[in-house]
Each structure stands twice: as structure tokens, then as C-alpha cells.
């Protein structure tokens, strides 16, 4: 069963750090671009990071661009996703997301076919 697995959430203080982790199972996917979505409570789940599979491109979403940090080990079958100066709108629920599909179309099209369950993220004013 090809599966991914996220960690690292929690709760944290605006201006604090979290580093999260996506460990793939099942299947290897060092040839898959892999990135992060995230669904805040009411909202419409939206794109964070994303990183070819040899780690040499890397995207964000401008509201995180500068703060977030997202890389991987192949050999782990792993994506990172390092976050710091977290701010109470980056609280949500943050989905691992694989597709063997360049990372900019599943950013366009907002479909992966791997997702991962979820970490939740709550950041404090």
C-alpha cells in the first residue's frame, strides 16, 4: 500500500519554528516531484511548497516565500518542510502531496495523486 505519512505539526507561538516530515512508503519516489498544500478551517485547501525530484526546483506560495523552506532526501523517501517566522494565517492542516506529473501542474491543477492525512499546524498570537 503506497502510502505518505506526515509529522511534525503542533502547536507554536507567532514567530516560532516547526519542521515537518513526509516519509513515503509502498513505493519509492526519489522520481516524483513532491510537495506541501495546506487547508485552513472554512477555506479553500491552497498550494505552500513544491520540489522537482532531484530537489533542483523548488516553488512556494507567495505568502510563504522567504520564511518556508521545503527539500528532501531521496534516499529516505522524504520531504521536509522547514517553517519558520510562522504566523497565526499559517495555521492548518498541511498535506503531503507526490505526483510522478512535473510540480507545476499539479500546483496549476491542484491535483496530486498521492496525499498524505495531514499534520495540523495552530499558531498563537
Known amino acids: 500500500q503506497v502510502q505518505l505519512v506526515e509529522s511534525g505539526g503542533g502547536s507554536v507561538q507567532a514567530g516560532g519554528s516547526l519542521r515537518l516530515s513526509c516519509a513515503g512508503s509502498g513505493r519509492t519516489f526519489s522520481s516524483s516531484d513532491m510537495g506541501w498544500f495546506r487547508q485552513a478551517p472554512g477555506k479553500k485547501r491552497e498550494f505552500v511548497a513544491g520540489i522537482s525530484w532531484s530537489g533542483g526546483r523548488t516553488y512556494y506560495a507567495d505568502s510563504v516565500q522567504g520564511r518556508f523552506t521545503i527539500s528532501r532526501d531521496n534516499a529516505k523517501n522524504t520531504v521536509y518542510l522547514q517553517m519558520n517566522g510562522l504566523k497565526p494565517e499559517d495555521t492548518g492542516v498541511y498535506h503531503c502531496?507526490?505526483?510522478?506529473?512535473?510540480?507545476?501542474?499539479?500546483?496549476?491543477?491542484?491535483?496530486?495523486?498521492?496525499w498524505g492525512q495531514g499534520t495540523q499546524v495552530i499558531v498563537s498570537s
Open positions: 502531496i507526490a505526483d510522478d506529473r512535473d510540480i507545476v501542474v499539479v500546483i496549476t491543477t491542484e491535483g496530486a495523486t498521492y
